[in-house]
Structure formats: structure tokens, C-alpha cells
């Protein structure tokens, strides 16, 4: 399959796609995970630090960590199979400019009866100075914001009504 022609992408891939475009609206990287850490979705600012190739594959497999033991103790994993409350934990990504960024991940579990993704990532790069109570309190206030987005957006797109892909004249050369 040549990735080129967009018409030739899963359905179900843009039946997510479809499902989860509001959050492209959010400043802060998004990622849409099932209940074993596969990404599903990534918003516009979560695309930017990954390389292609990320659908289907676990967080940590996508997102560039320094520790890909990050699983056995990583409190998202708990999060999304066991709890319903929002959870903060940090983690350091290496996006291989030679430095290293801690992150504020608010995970935000959507619930057991949930389609297309049971929980969705929040995050947001730590700024060195700020205020560590602050910054939590904001990340998971728009966290809780988010979650009701999620709650409010339709569990499930019909893919007959999605709208055919552009077409693109220089597709075809």
C-alpha cells in the first residue's frame, strides 16, 4: 500500500482519526492509548516529537524515553487498567538534540466501556523555575477540562459520512 493515497488508510484508523480530530485543538501533546499502552492517536503537537510509524505501537515505544523499563513502574499502566481518577506522574523524554525534556503527564482514564481508547495522555513540558505545585494544579485542571471534552465528543463516527480525502493532482507523478 502506497502511504501517498490517502483513501488507501485503514478505516478504522480514520475512524480514529475522525473520533479524536478535537484534540488536535489542544496546544499540548495528546495521545490516545488502549488499556495496553497502545498509541491510537496522537494530536498535532504529539505528532511533532515522534517519528512515523507510531499507530499501534506501546507509549514507550513511540515516545523517546531514556529507560524502556518505564513500563513495570510506570503509574499510567495502573491508571488506565485500574483506576478512574486522573493521575500525574513525570517521565524524561530524549528527543535526541542532545538534551533531555522532563514532562508533566496527566493520564486521564475514559473508562472500561470506552471505544476507540481507553485513556488519553496529557503533556506538557516542565519549565525549569516554575512553580512544581503550579504547574501540576494547571496540567490537571485542563486535564479534568479534557476529560469532559472526551466524555461530550461522539463515542463513534458513521464512516460513510466521513468526507473522501483531498484529492492532490501531484499524487499521481
Known amino acids: 500500500m502506497d502511504p501517498k493515497f490517502k483513501s488507501e488508510v485503514p478505516l478504522h484508523d480514520r475512524e480514529l482519526a475522525a473520533r479524536w480530530s478535537f484534540l488536535d485543538r489542544e496546544p499540548d501533546a495528546c495521545s490516545v492509548v488502549t488499556w495496553r499502552m497502545e498509541v491510537v492517536y496522537l494530536n498535532a503537537a504529539a505528532r511533532s516529537l515522534v517519528s512515523p510509524g507510531w499507530f499501534g505501537c506501546r507509549c514507550w515505544e513511540v515516545f523517546p524515553v531514556g529507560d524502556s523499563t518505564c513500563a513495570a513502574r510506570c503509574p499510567a499502566v495502573k491508571a488506565v487498567n485500574k483506576g478512574n481518577e486522573i493521575v500525574y506522574c513525570e517521565e524524561t523524554l530524549y528527543p535526541g538534540k542532545g538534551t533531555s525534556v522532563t514532562v508533566g503527564v496527566a493520564v486521564i482514564p475514559l473508562g472500561k466501556k470506552a471505544r476507540q481508547g481507553d485513556a488519553v495522555l496529557l503533556i506538557r513540558p516542565k519549565i525549569p523555575g516554575r512553580s512544581e505545585e503550579v504547574f501540576r494544579r494547571s496540567l490537571l485542571e485542563r486535564a479534568q477540562e479534557l476529560r469532559e471534552l472526551c466524555a461530550a465528543a461522539p463515542r463513534k463516527t458513521d464512516p460513510l459520512?466521513?468526507?473522501?480525502?483531498?484529492?492532490?493532482?501531484a499524487d499521481f507523478f
Open 161 to 169: 459520512n466521513l468526507p473522501p480525502p483531498p484529492p492532490c493532482l
